[in-house]
Structures are given as structure tokens and as C-alpha cells.
């Protein structure tokens, strides 16, 4: 049976490892750039993150890709990360806003204010409960239209199915989950109702044999 960490447990282990979080560009860093050419960052004006961990991906974001009045709030349970996030991105200011926040209770932001949202290497974390109650946040939170960008760990890469190195951070999340961080592989799809979501781009990229799926779904 696969565990998932506590949102408390989840905060400790990230507030010990912030200063690790940029070592794992070796498998992250291909779905990242997918992401990004797919989300079409280039027509958005008010950018939520969810999970935004040490800034990473909002650096790319708000240097190449978003627009110059464009604006961008970054959310995360970790302290830590978001004082690394705060650092990398004070060029940006004011366009850019990071705060603290438990997204199993939800997302803060208003009705009908973002047109996108992404979540990278977060609904690997979520329980399926804490998963389908975040894409309803989403929802809400999305202009119509908006996208959510979406990258985590998934089981099967589209070349084959689940490799050795896949099957063995599987075991290890069954086993002992605070080792991966609480990461496991999951798919994404079976998560959106089709009645709220129509997906606009699919894709699985497996650097080193670790693979990722990349989302990106429109608001109905």
C-alpha cells in the first residue's frame, strides 16, 4: 500500500532538504522545459504556483517567457524553499508575491483570478483525497479558459512500461516514504474530470530511465 507523508511530515523533510531541492534537475529538467513550451506562458498575465519549492521554474519563467507586466504568486509548505525562492527572484519584484501555505486545505486565491497554474512534483506528494480537492481549487481559482501545468512521476514512460528504476522509487515510497521525500510515481489523467477539464497536451520524457509526465489541461 503506498503511504503519503503528512502535510507536517512533508514541511520537516523539505525544511531540511531545501538545499538539496536544485540537485534533482537531472530527472526534472526535461519536464520542465516541456511544460514550458506547452503552457504558453507568453499570453498570461497572473501566474499561481503551487508548490513553488526554491524558485526554480518561476526564474525561467519570469525571465524568458512571461510577459514584462505580467504577475506571479508562489506558494509552498516549506519556510526554507520559499526564503530561496525569495532570494532568486527579488529582481522581479513587485511583479512577484511568495507566500506560505498547506495546500491539502486549499488554495487561497480568489475566484476567476489566475490563467495558470502549475504544479510541479506536488500531486506526487497528495493523497488521491488531497488530489481531486486540489484540482477542484484549481478550477475555482482559474479564469475561464486558464490551463494547469502539470509535471510529476509517473509509473510508464511511452517508449515502455515501468522500468527497473521506476518499480525500485516505488518501493522505497511503499517502504520508507520520508527517504523519497514522499515522491511516489502516480498518473495524472485518471485525476481530471472530464466534465471541468479538456486536455490540450500529453507528454512522458524519461531522462536517466526516471520517468516524468508532463499535463497541461484547459478549464471548461
Known sequence: MTRTLTPEQARRYYERNAHKQDAQGWYEDAAL???IALGDFGNAEAVLEVGCGTGK???????????????Y???DISNSMLARAGTRLKHYLPRVKLSPADITLGLAASDATKD?????YVFDLLSMAHSRNLLTNMHRVLRPGGLICLARLTRESEEAGMNVFSQLWTLIQRRWPWLAGGCRPVALRPLLDRTRWRIVAHETV??????????IARKL
Not at 62 to 70: C, E, K, S, V
Open 33 to 35: 522545459e516541456r511544460l
Open 57 to 71: 521554474l518561476a526564474e525561467l519563467l519570469l525571465r524568458d517567457h512571461m510577459g514584462a507586466h505580467a504577475t
Open 73 to 75: 504568486i508562489g506558494v
Open 116 to 120: 495558470r497554474i502549475v504544479a510541479t
Open 206 to 215: 524519461a531522462p536517466r530511465g526516471l520517468a516524468s509526465e508532463i499535463l
